[in-house]
């Protein structure tokens, strides 16, 4: 008889959230001409215009326009609607694993769904607004005939990883010799193959870890985002591009791997901070939305995850400057999902739900995750199994507080024994359990929302560890085994 083993996707809300950003969500307007589009009523706005409006539009209509981003609402978040309301260019400061950059690109959602261009730009220009030679020559030419093309806003998001090798040809342009050779001398403007910022012109250009970018680099951005104008081997284009520059940046990058130069810093007018999050429950939501389970994993071994790396930020054992990523979590999230869905399919079982013991393997694959103060050599596993271990009960304090589970420390007198482990199945788990005459061991399901035998044998074992970790009962573990009793 084959098997079905359930497969869950908590992340798929903002994956469907991003799908609709960069998918089309309406059919692409049909208008052809210059002329069809003054006749339809359409109003040319400059980028920053367009997106005020559309933020101011969906705060007014209540709607969130930063989903998916968990614990800025009160912090970062105003200070990024402010900035893009003030039309500022926008650098966010944060550690790793901050979501600078989701949030980032969450600012896609805030242009036109669809935006005219001058059929065959090269850099996108609008049909009443054209900035190059070419393009005013060819609007001048044919009129209100001049051919019109629909941009989806997904195409007007640009994203550059500051990589020490980027060059200035990279990000603003340069000379292209096909052009040349094709006849057209030096001298001609049209010679110059643009760069990244400038075929982003009426949209976005973010880029990430921006001090990595060298130095004589970061001084090409110095035009762009003041002057709007572009310099390439010696043609000074007077370019109004109308773009949105944006980037992140780690503040220890300032000293270890480069730094932001002090007058592009001046150019940004928006400098935010972000964090990560500031409560139990915006970590667990980040760690639902982003984790990619096989298997399921209960809401109380999430909570132990969150737990688990904020007390890895808040010890003095680790290095904070490197900071605590939130893909530690996600990363542990997802370990723990795979070691249920190993299990379920070596023993057959027809569920594959995680318990406490799959916890063990996600500390063991994610130690490298983690950079430790120099004077800990040597004790890493140590602090990362007794920082779970503290991340363990703080859960069962949250979740189990009140129970009363003197009678299932009495049944464990010795001559019972409780077995589980990574090769435990659910089943054999609960066969196990000694028999009480109360009802504790439905309270415990009843506090963790556990209604199937697999989730039930998974919130058991969360007690049962509690229990050995308030010293009330015995483990011992070896041989890939774990006996409580």
């Known amino acids: ?95 790793r694993g901050q979501g600078k950059t989701r949030l980032l690109r969450t600012l896609v959602g805030l242009l036109d769904e669809w935006t005219p261009v001058i059929a065959g730009s090269e850099i996108g220009e609008h049909p009443y607004h054209p900035i190059t030679a070419g393009g005013r020559r060819r609007a001048a030419e044919a009129g209100d005939e001049l051919p019109v093309e629909w941009r989806h806003r997904s195409e007007r998001y640009a994203e550059k990883l500051a990589t020490p090798d980027t060059s200035v040809g990279d990000l603003i342009g340069d000379v292209d010799p096909i052009k040349v050779a094709e006849g057209r001398s ?75 130069i002090t007058p592009l810093k001046d150019r940004f007018g928006a400098e935010i901070r972000t964090h990560y999050p500031l409560e139990i429950a915006d970590e667990v939501k980040v760690i639902r939305q982003e984790a990619n389970l096989v298997a399921e994993v209960p809401d109380a071994l999430i909570e132990v995850l969150a737990h688990f790396t904020w007390e890895l930020r808040g010890s003095s054992a680790v290095d904070q400057r490197s900071g605590v990523s939130a893909r530690f979590a996600i990363a542990g999230a997802e370990t723990v ?36 103060e120099l004077g800990e050599d040597g004790r890493q596993d140590q602090i990362l199994t007794h920082l779970l271990r503290t991340a363990t009960m703080d859960t069962v304090h949250e979740r189990l507080s009140g129970l009363d589970f003197a009678e299932l ?55 049962l560890e509690g229990l050995y970790l308030s010293r009330r009962i015995s483990k011992d573990t070896g041989g890939g085994e774990t006996i409580y009793g």
């Open 1 to 95: 008889m084959s098997r079905t083993i359930p497969v869950f996707h908590p992340g798929r809300w903002h994956r469907a959230y991003s799908d609709r950003v960069s998918e089309p969500t309406s059919n692409r307007p049909t208008i052809a001409t210059v002329g069809e589009l003054r006749a339809s009523g359409h109003r040319y706005r400059t980028l920053r215009e367009e997106i005020r409006e559309n933020l101011l539009a969906a705060l007014r209509a209540g709607q969130d326009p930063w989903p998916g981003m968990h614990g800025f609402e009160n912090t970062v978040l105003p200070q990024l609607e402010r900035a893009i309301l003030a039309g500022h260019d926008i650098v966010l400061l944060g550690e």
């Open 186 to 260: 030096l001298g001609d403007p049209e010679t110059i193959h643009f760069g990244l910022i400038p075929r982003s012109h009426r949209g976005i250009v973010a880029i990430n870890e921006l001090p990595d970018l060298a130095e004589r680099i970061q001084v090409a951005l110095l035009n762009v985002m003041e002057e709007r104008d572009i310099q390439i081997r010696g043609y000074v284009l007077r370019l109004p591009l109308d773009v949105l520059v944006v980037a992140s940046a780690n503040p220890e990058d300032y000293t270890n791997r480069g730094r932001i």
């Open 337 to 372: 999902a795979a070691a249920a869905l190993h299990r379920a399919t070596i023993r057959g079982e027809a569920e594959a739900v995680a318990r406490p013991v799959d916890l063990i393997p996600a500390v063991e694959v994610l130690g490298g995750k983690i950079e430790f």
């Open 409 to 463: 420390v009495r049944a464990l007198d010795g001559s019972t024994l409780i077995t589980t482990g990574d090769r435990v199945t659910a089943a054999e788990l609960l066969a196990a359990l000694p028999e009480l005459e109360g009802d504790l061991y439905d309270r415990i399901a009843d506090r963790l929302d556990a209604r199937t035998p697999a989730q039930r044998a998974s919130a058991i074992e969360l007690a």
